[in-house]
């Protein structure tokens, strides 16, 4: 017995050994755990289930000049419950309210709510999806629901935040404001994307089931920083007149792709740009912006820079008699043809510019120039049309003229830059040319952006920027002037005449080329200029005498069974933006004051900020303010906001000074 009782008591010294080393490494690791690696360990553990979320902060503002919106950060929010926070005696008690306060506001029956709800419970649902993007006000108010109101923890309460880009006035000038996002950088939202970029805030998150993260506090623990705003030159009455006259005339038209641009003829502010495209459908939308980007032969529109030159060299003076013989001539075994078949016989070179004779001015430039084609591209540069004009947009198209000494050039080269073939340049540039004829010479940069602001303080001004300060002598401005002036009294563009106010200008008709590529059987077709697709332009200014305004529109592939010439498809657009500004602005087009303008958005900025800082519980008066600016105003105050119309505010529902209760419905009538 002795020796059973003593081997039971060695394996039992066995098993108490083993069980102390065994107690000893776990404390050993206890301690590792808690006091010397316990700071690393907590530190992953909050990693893991708490992390910072970022709260991007809104983008500036894009601002017309006179203060109505362009472009503008609306704050949507997704919402969700957290089902397993709620206790289970209130869940049950007040299910039926929260089902009843959703159905109100997001239309569907209170027992599909009921069920959805109920339902998440019995699945341990910690991220049930309730509502996306809804806006600032149904925010406010659902946080107020049954059980909602008991908050994050209590009330499963799970709000995200993000914020949306809205264009107030619609499609509109879309491409020109652009956007920064997926699709890349354009217009001046891409231009100046690093300016209106807000500083980001934080909030703390914490990882629940399935790896959702939800927000542990109702508050962000870093409020996010708004960005800069960015003051336009666009001008929302002038660009809705360009708009609307552009997209009547390519309707008619049925044309491919057009636009029109308005420029402030001192300042080389643009006050106006609409880019249209056609679908398959036959709508039109800001497709590209064919105003900056696309660069194309204009045709006689560059009969201008022509005559120009053969004025500053002294060539030839607006009396010389150049003989258009019958309206066709032949260079090289290539023919050069009127419009007219007749001819115009011998004429003088003031009359070839108004008639827009092809025969002439390539006679004119070919008997000047034929031996040193140089002196002609030299003044071609002179004018500053080899030049980009700068404009901060991306995707500027290129200038292109030949270079006599290139190996391009060609024995006819001269001859058919002399109409506007064989060299390309973006409508805005030739606009820019045109713009210098009528500012005295001055050729200044176009701008779409006059300042950079946060919360109505300036922080950056653009200021006008001169390119050359005189482009010609005024002699010869004053020649060519008084020519384009004719072309619409009784020249190409007499049809678009009035006697109630002065323009002048040059039309444009040119055949596109075909470029020369592979079709679909793999053969080379194209590479000539096509008898069925043209480009019909006209550029020009108004008034005559101290032009306030120039503008250039330029229409692509119109229905030739319809018309196609500039005088009849560019030009009537031109004379329609030019009526409509003399009629709808007249004191403004007798002259150029910077500052009304400026004052113009100080006003709206001080307002906005005036009302915002003294209005909580009662109405403020928002008639005379632009639309989008009431509506930002109002919606602060936790007012739900509808309005018809574009423009500033003419009439409120809520009179001002009465009381209001956040979450009421104000309407507005805009002008």
């Not at 660069?295 to 529109?301: A, L, V």
């Not at 632009?626 to 739900?640: C, F, R």
Request: with cysteine; charged share 25%; aromatic share 10%.
């Amino acid at each position: 017995m002795s020796k059973i009782k003593k081997s039971i008591l060695n394996r039992l010294y066995v098993v108490v050994v083993l069980m102390s080393l065994f107690l000893l490494v776990i404390s050993a690791k206890i301690f590792d755990l808690q006091y010397v690696e316990g700071d690393k360990y907590k530190k992953l553990a909050l990693e893991t289930t708490i992390k910072n979320d970022t709260i991007f902060g809104n983008r500036g503002n894009v601002y017309a000049a006179d203060g109505n919106l362009l472009a503008t950060s609306i704050s949507n929010y997704t919402i969700r419950m957290d089902v397993m926070s709620v206790d289970k005696r209130v869940f049950g008690k007040r299910v039926g309210e929260l089902a009843v306060s959703l159905s109100e506001m997001l239309g569907k029956t209170p027992s599909y709510y009921e069920n959805k709800l109920s339902q998440a419970r019995e699945r341990g649902n910690r991220y049930l999806l309730i509502a996306r993007n809804i806006g600032y006000n149904d925010y406010m108010k659902m946080k107020t629901f049954p059980i909602f109101n008991l908050g994050v923890y209590r009330g499963g309460f799970i709000a995200e935040q993000k914020a949306v880009r809205e264009h107030p006035i619609g499609k509109i000038a879309e491409r020109t404001v652009g956007y920064n996002d997926h699709r890349g950088g354009a217009g001046i939202e891409g231009a100046f994307s690093d300016y209106m970029k807000g500083e980001n805030g934080w909030r703390l998150k914490q990882k629940i089931a399935k790896g959702q993260w939800k927000p542990i506090n109702d508050e962000n623990e870093k409020e996010p920083q708004d960005g800069k705003d960015v003051i336009t030159t666009i001008d929302v009455n002038i660009q809705d007149i360009t708009h609307y006259a552009l997209l009547r005339q390519m309707e008619y038209f049925e044309a491919d792709h057009g636009c029109a641009v308005v420029m402030e003829t001192l300042t080389g502010e643009v006050k106006a740009i609409s880019n249209l495209g056609r679908t398959s459908t036959g709508k039109y939308y800001e497709k590209r912006n064919y105003a900056v980007w696309e660069s194309h032969e204009p045709g006689s529109t560059f009969k201008l820079a022509s005559l120009m030159a053969l004025l500053e060299d002294r060539a030839l003076d607006t009396s010389s008699v150049i003989d258009t013989e019958k309206g066709r001539i032949f260079i090289n075994n290539r023919k050069v043809e009127d419009s007219s078949w007749e001819g115009y016989g011998k004429i003088s070179l003031a009359r070839v510019f108004e008639v827009s004779s092809n025969v002439g001015i390539v006679k004119a430039v070919r008997k000047e120039y034929d031996k040193t084609p140089e002196r002609f591209i030299k003044k071609i540069k002179k004018f500053g049309l080899d030049q980009q004009t700068g404009v901060k947009i991306v995707g500027e198209g290129k200038p292109f003229i030949l270079d006599p000494k290139g190996a391009q050039w060609s024995p006819i080269a001269l001859e058919w830059m002399a109409w506007g073939y064989g060299i390309s340049l973006t409508p805005l540039q030739m606009l820019m040319f045109y713009n210098a004829v009528a500012n005295d010479g001055q050729m200044v940069k176009p701008r779409f952006v006059k300042e950079l602001r946060r919360d109505g303080k300036v922080l950056e001004k653009f200021d006008k920027e001169i390119l050359n300060e005189k482009i010609a002598s005024q002699e010869t401005i004053d020649k060519v002037t008084r020519i384009m002036e004719n072309v619409v009294k009784k020249g190409t563009a007499e049809k678009i005449y009035s006697p109630n106010f002065s323009m002048a200008g040059k039309t444009g008709t040119a055949k596109k080329w075909i470029p020369r590529k592979k079709n679909k059987e793999g053969k080379y077709e194209g590479g000539y200029y096509s008898n069925k697709k043209y480009v019909a332009s006209f550029a020009g200014f108004f008034p005559v005498e101290n032009p306030k305004y120039s503008c250039i529109v330029v229409v692509h592939e119109p229905n030739t069974l319809k018309g196609y010439y500039g005088a009849e498809v560019a030009a009537p657009v031109f004379k329609e933006i030019a009526h409509k500004i003399y009629t709808s602005t007249p004191s403004s087009v007798q002259s150029v004051t910077d500052s009304v303008v400026i004052a113009s958005v100080d006003k709206n900025y001080d307002k906005y900020y005036q009302i915002t800082d003294k209005y909580k519980t009662i109405m403020p008066k928002v008639v005379g303010l632009g639309g989008m600016d009431a509506v930002s105003i109002l919606e602060n105050l936790g007012l739900k906001v509808k309005f018809t119309g574009l423009g500033k505010v003419k009439e409120q529902s809520i009179p001002k000074g009465e009381k209001i209760k956040k979450g009421s419905t104000v309407y507005l009538k805009l002008s």
